[in-house]
C-alpha cells in the first residue's frame, strides 16, 4: 500500500494537539503568576492598606495581564510558526508522495502495457497451439475414421461375400444332392423295365467275383 | 454216411431255406413210405434227382435221427446274404448257384433279399458285415465325377 503521509508529525490531528498544548501552557504559566501575585497581594494586603493594596493589586492584575497577554501573543506567533512549518512539510510531503504515486502508477501502467503485450502474445502462441493441435488430432482422427470405415466396409463386404459363397455352396450341394437322386430314381426306373435278367445276373457275379479277390468272403 | 446225403440234398439246392425246406418235406415223404403214414401221393412226388440209392440209406430204425443231423449240418453252413435290386426267378436262382458254388466251393449257400435302391448288381453280408457292390455304391464312389459330367452337360 502506498504511504502517503510518510511522516505523522504533519497530520492535522497532531497540529490540533499541539496548538491545545501550547495553549493550556500558556494558560497554566498565566494561572502560575496569577496565583504568585495574588499570595503577593495577600501579602501585602497584610503589610499595607486597603488602597495602597488596590493599586499594587490593579498593578499586578495589568502586569499579570499583560504578561499574559504576551505569552498568549508569543504562543500564537509559535504555533503560527508551527502551523506553517508543518504546513510547508506537510505539503512538501504530500507533493513528494502525488510524485511518488504518480511515478508508480507510471510504473504500473507501463507495466500493465507490457502485460498486456506479454499476454497478447502468449494468448496468440497459445491459441496457435491450441489451433495446430487441434488441426493435427483432427487430422490423425479423420485418418483413423477413414481407416476404421475402410476396414469395416471391407470386413462387411468378406462377411457378405462369405455369406453368398456359404449359400451358394449350399445350394450347389442341394442342387447335386437333388441331381444324384434324381439320377438314381431314373435309374432305377429305367434299370427295372429295360436291363435283362442275364445282364443282372453278370452284374452279380462280377459283385461275387470282387468279393472273393477282395476276399470279403473267405 | 451224412456227407454223401448232404451233398446230394444240397446239389441243386443253393439257399438255406429251400434245403431246409426240402430236407422237411424228404422227411415227411421217408417217413410216409417206411412207417405207412400220410398221403399215397407222396411217393410220386419224391425228387428223382436224388436218385434211388439216396432212399436207400434211411429205415424205420435211423430216419429221424438221419433228418436231425443233415439239418443240423444245414443250419452249421454259414449263408452269404445277398440283397437283390430285383425279383430272382428260379432259373436265375439256378445260375447263381452254380456261379456260387463255383467260387467258393461245393455246398455254398445263400440267402436272397430283395432291396429296389440297389439299381443293379448286389450287396454282400458275410459274417455280419454289409459291403455294397451295387450300382448305386458305385454312384456314390463317382457322385463328384458323375456330377461335374452332369454340370457341363448342362452349361452346353
Known sequence: MLNLMPNSILSPAFIGHLLAAILALGFLITLALFLRERRNLQKLLKDNSFESVRRKNAAILAEALEKAQNVVEKSRLSVDKFENYFQGQFNSQAEKAQQALDKHLETIRSQSERAELLSASYTKEKANGILERFEKNLESFLTQAEAKSTQSLESELAAVRQTIETYKKQQLSLVDENIVAMLEKTLGLVLAKKISLKDQLDLVYEALEKAKVEKFIL | ???????????????????????????????????????????????????????????????????????????????????????LPEEGMAALGQRMRRLFGKNFLAEIKLDPNLLAGAALVWDGVYKDYSLREKIEDNRERIIKTLREGMKR
Open chain 2, 1 to 87: 454216411m451224412i456227407q454223401p446225403l448232404l451233398d446230394k440234398i444240397l446239389a441243386q439246392t443253393y439257399t438255406q431255406t429251400d434245403a431246409l425246406n426240402r430236407l422237411h418235406a424228404l422227411k415227411n415223404l421217408l417217413v410216409a413210405e417206411l412207417f405207412g403214414r400220410g398221403k399215397s401221393s407222396d411217393r410220386q412226388t419224391a425228387p428223382v434227382s436224388l436218385g434211388k440209392d439216396f432212399y436207400k440209406h434211411f429205415n424205420r430204425n435211423n430216419v429221424y435221427n438221419l433228418f436231425d443231423t443233415l439239418e443240423e449240418k444245414i443250419r452249421e453252413i454259414k449263408p452269404l446274404v445277398i440283397f437283390l435290386p430285383f425279383e
